[in-house]
């Protein structure tokens, strides 16, 4: 089982851009594709983005299409989120999760990590 630990979040200012990282442990990790989900308070858990096991193929969900960038470095056991161009509806709780079915679904992950705050003022 990979077991997965976010790091990077913090309070920025709108337009600003900040990076996440998640760093795995356990030896099969490169095997896997990668996603990043955002949970707002009250809010359901919303998908961000995921990367193939390569890195070669990226997917976006379309309220951070063109802002955030996916990348991983699998020597570093490591998937990590660029987030450019802030806004404050991008506040929230950021997961990452391994992709155990094919799909956009939190159902479809798994192995979630524990989150890392990100707050965007404005």
């Known amino acids: 089982q990979v077991q997965l630990v976010e790091s990077g979040g913090g309070l920025v200012q709108a337009g600003d851009s900040l990076r996440l990282s998640c760093a795995a442990s356990?030896?099969?990790?490169?095997?896997?594709?990668m996603g990043w989900f955002r949970q707002a308070p009250g809010k359901e858990r919303e998908f961000v983005g995921l990367?193939?096991?390569?890195?070669?193929?990226?997917y976006y969900g379309d309220s951070v299409k063109g802002r955030f960038t996916i990348s991983r470095d699998n020597a570093k056991n490591t998937v990590y989120l660029q987030m450019n161009h802030l806004k404050p509806e991008d506040t929230a709780v950021y997961y990452c999760a391994v992709q155990y079915r094919g799909g956009t679904k939190p159902t479809d992950f798994g192995s979630w990590g524990q989150g890392t705050q990100v707050t965007v003022s404005s």
């Open positions: 356990g030896r099969t990790f490169g095997n896997y594709a």
């Open positions: 990367s193939s096991w390569s890195g070669g193929i990226t």
